[in-house]
């Protein structure tokens, strides 16, 4: 069983410039979840994908969007980059019908941002 | 006031000792519970989830939760160094599918 890879693993980047990050789901997971886990905090969620529509969003800006590709996998996109962006992002996948509150949720080891 | 709340630590314990860490809620509306664990430049991985009030077992690792005082435990017997770690409470509520997580607490089993 293949867990949940996310790319690149760290990422620098200036203040306004726009960053893509990657997931591929767990096999047999159809869901998709990001979070934002600042330092010495715990994640934040920001949104899920099933079915390759957003489905639940937590409260982040629109500056943040994302896809789900037919494979399951994902991206997000961020634009405008902030210093406050600079995070561990991490990628969930689950196997969900759309309601997935009970649905645990299986992490990759995230892509660590920063932004200068 | 946050919806989860778990205390920091950090917890320092002797190998071979019972770790109790735990959390509280606020949101009446949480019915499904899980607990993770995260390594240094780890994801969190995880360790066990329970939807009723009572405790769960599963080899040195018990989950407690009792929703009237909406309160969540994780019992870690035996400890090893292995077990030093960041420990995640995270809950959910119906329909939704966001999860809300504890700040977490570090954990570090001294041999």
Redesign the interface.
Known sequence: ETG?TQSPTHLIKTRGQQVTLRCSSQSGHN?V?W?QQAL??????IF?Y?REEE??R?NFPPRFSGLQFPNYSSELNVNALELDDSALY?CASSA?T?????S???????TRLTVT | QKEVEQDPGPLSVPEGAIVSLNCTYSNSAFQYFMWYRQYSRKGPELLMYTYSSGNKEDGRFTAQVDKSSKYISLFIRDSQPSDSATYLCAMSAPPGNQFYFGTGTSLTVIP
């Not at chain 1, 645990?104 to 995230?110: A, I, T, V």
């Open positions: 949940v869901t979840s979070y010495g905090q715990g994640p934040q969620f899920q099933y489905n639940g937590g991490l969900g759309g309601r997935s509150y009970n645990p949720l299986h992490f990759g080891n995230g």
